[in-house]
């Protein structure tokens, strides 16, 4: 059982910057994969970015590449996800997850989610 708690989340105006973290706990963060995923009123739950369990590979969506980073801290157990540039079009509350399996890009292949920290960005 792996428990993830995002924080990190609130009110930006557009083109400014916020950096979400996601605590996890247990003791084997540092061999699963992680990502994260947005989900905007009315919408579906999107992907936005995952790493690997080394944080050697990295993926995008491609609406937040070039304006989003994401990193891990194995040391203490932490993802994050730097958020640079927003825009109106990311508000939305934003989900960690680890990796199960399978696509980094389909929410199907990650087992444990966080509750959320919301993200809302004025025009």
């Known amino acids: 059982q792996v428990q993830l708690v995002e924080s990190g989340g609130g009110l930006m105006q557009a083109g400014g910057s916020l950096r979400l973290s996601c605590a996890a706990s247990?003791?084997?963060?540092?061999?699963?994969?992680m990502g994260w995923f947005r989900q905007a009123p009315g919408k579906d739950r999107e992907f936005v970015a995952a790493?690997?369990?080394?944080?050697?590979?990295?993926y995008y969506a491609d609406s937040v590449k070039g304006r989003f980073t994401i990193s891990r801290d194995n040391a203490k157990n932490t993802v994050y996800l730097q958020m640079n540039s927003l825009k109106p079009e990311d508000t939305a509350v934003y989900y960690c997850?680890?990796?199960?399996?399978?696509?980094?890009?389909?929410?199907?292949?990650?087992?444990?989610w966080g509750q959320g920290t919301q993200v809302t960005v004025s025009s």
């Open positions: 997850a680890v990796r199960s399996g399978g696509s980094y890009y389909s929410e199907m292949g990650y087992n444990y």
């Open positions: 247990g003791r084997t963060f540092s061999s699963y994969a």
């Open positions: 790493i690997s369990a080394s944080g050697g590979s990295i």
